[in-house]
């Protein structure tokens, strides 16, 4: 029961990610709708070997037409790549806008590879991502690496580690963070360009996701805090 749920949590995810209804995702993929019907309803197994190739199928189509990726770096550690920018410098961030792109991704969960937690996004997060205290004190670079984080949310959850517990104390979170809260850090890297406007390597940052254990006893992303620039040497391109 829970493999076929697991197998139905899986596929109900790359529907979200693709944006396709049921019909659609078998018509692009090539399986028969009543097979797709049965296999996320969990009325008929999914062959293993099949999802996977889905997942890698969905994976490629999405850096295609997101521009973010997650590789490695020289230290064997993840990092989301995200290749375009929503937001550029010297223009003023509309943290308004922000929080309507942030809004596409209520709904919808990710599992953290490290972990296999099962980080689900609740309508409480993007009003904080966009106007939370932590989202105010940011300045520069660090601000504009924020904004552009929006469009790798599902990335920066599947590559976050070093998870951290603390008690909840506060009463206005007594239900939607029952059972306490988690910290993981994630890692992301932007673009920079020279005077031409040519592409001259990736600057890193690096960032907390800050998730609440509520009292339905799942995860929610609540915010992600403390976007900063890393001093190590930048990618190269």
């Given at each position: 029961?829970?493999?076929n749920?697991?197998?139905?949590?899986?596929?109900?995810?790359?529907?979200?990610?693709?944006?396709?209804?049921?019909?659609?995702?078998?018509?692009?993929?090539?399986?028969?709708?009543?097979?797709?019907?049965?296999?996320e309803s969990?009325?008929?197994?999914?062959?293993?070997?099949?999802?996977?190739?889905?997942?890698?199928?969905v994976?490629?189509?999405?850096?295609?037409?997101?521009?973010?990726?997650?590789?490695?770096?020289?230290?064997?550690?993840?990092?989301?790549?995200?290749?375009?920018?929503r937001?550029?410098?010297?223009?003023?961030?509309?943290?308004?806008v922000?929080?309507?792109?942030?809004?596409?991704?209520?709904g919808?969960?990710?599992?953290?590879?490290?972990?296999?937690?099962?980080?689900?996004?609740?309508?409480?997060?993007?009003?904080?991502?966009?106007?939370?205290k932590?989202?105010?004190?940011?300045?520069?670079?660090?601000?504009?690496?924020?904004?552009?984080s929006?469009?790798?949310?599902?990335?920066?959850?599947?590559?976050?580690s070093?998870?951290s517990?603390?008690?909840?104390?506060?009463?206005?979170h007594?239900?939607?963070?029952?059972?306490?809260?988690?910290?993981?850090d994630?890692?992301?890297?932007?673009?920079?360009y020279n005077?031409?406007?040519?592409?001259?390597?990736y600057n890193?940052?690096?960032?907390?996701?800050?998730?609440?254990?509520?009292?339905?006893?799942?995860?929610?992303?609540y915010?992600?805090?403390?976007t900063?620039?890393?001093?190590?040497k930048p990618?190269?391109q």
């Amino acid at each position: 029961m829970e493999e076929n749920q697991k197998q139905i949590n899986s596929l109900k995810q790359l529907r979200e990610i693709t944006k396709l209804n049921q019909r659609q995702m078998a018509e692009r993929y090539g399986i028969p709708l009543r097979t797709w019907e049965d296999w996320e309803s969990g009325r008929r197994k999914m062959p293993e070997y099949l999802l996977r190739l889905l997942h890698y199928k969905v994976r490629i189509d999405h850096i295609n037409r997101t521009g973010v990726n997650i590789i490695y770096d020289c230290d064997g550690n993840r990092i989301v790549l995200i290749n375009d920018l929503r937001f550029k410098g010297r223009r003023n961030v509309d943290w308004n806008v922000v929080e309507e792109c942030v809004k596409e991704y209520v709904g919808t969960c990710e599992e953290i590879i490290d972990t296999a937690d099962l980080i689900y996004i609740s309508k409480d997060f993007p009003d904080e991502f966009a106007h939370s205290k932590d989202t105010k004190t940011l300045k520069g670079a660090n601000l504009y690496a924020k904004a552009n984080s929006s469009v790798a949310i599902h990335e920066m959850i599947k590559v976050a580690s070093n998870k951290s517990f603390t008690e909840n104390y506060a009463s206005k979170h007594k239900i939607d963070a029952k059972y306490g809260w988690y910290r993981y850090d994630t890692r992301f890297a932007l673009p920079k360009y020279n005077s031409n406007q040519e592409l001259d390597g990736y600057n890193i940052f690096k960032a907390r996701l800050i998730v609440r254990h509520a009292e339905d006893n799942m995860l929610y992303l609540y915010d992600i805090l403390r976007t900063k620039k890393e001093t190590s040497k930048p990618l190269e391109q």
